[in-house]
């Protein structure tokens, strides 16, 4: 893997690690300038979203700690990623939750971004 490529990968580790967390806060100030207008959220029942509505769900999700593992980044060229993981959700009043999560990050004007999150259960 060469150099820049590294750094990316670091900071696409980064920015993910900033979502999850925004979400866990109810960060809605960092969730709104961190994703684009044109975000797109599969949630795990099938629902689609868009960045809107997701902003919305950020504010109310009652979600206590995550944790991540599996963690794999696909790269697509050099302006698209995808990163592919299990992710270990405990919600208020719940047992933890599995489910693999896919985030597509796109280099727009030398910034990576998160256009899509898809969640699938692991039953």
């Given at each position: ?47 689609v979203a ?26 697509y060229g ?41 969640t699938t259960?692991?039953?």
């Open positions: 893997m060469n150099a820049n490529r590294e750094a990316d990968e670091r900071e696409l580790k980064a920015l993910d690690a900033a979502f999850l967390n925004a979400i866990l806060q109810h960060d809605i100030a960092t969730l709104e300038q961190d994703l684009p207008d044109d975000f797109l959220s599969v949630f795990p029942d099938g629902r868009n960045k809107a509505v997701e902003l919305e769900n950020a504010k109310t999700v009652e979600l206590e700690s995550f944790s991540t593992d599996e963690l794999q980044v696909c790269w050099d302006s698209v990623a995808i990163l592919n993981f299990r992710l270990s959700l405990t919600f208020k009043g719940q047992k933890t939750k599995q489910v693999r999560d896919s985030h597509v990050y796109l280099k727009r004007n030398g910034h990576w971004q998160m256009i899509l999150g898809q259960p692991i039953f």
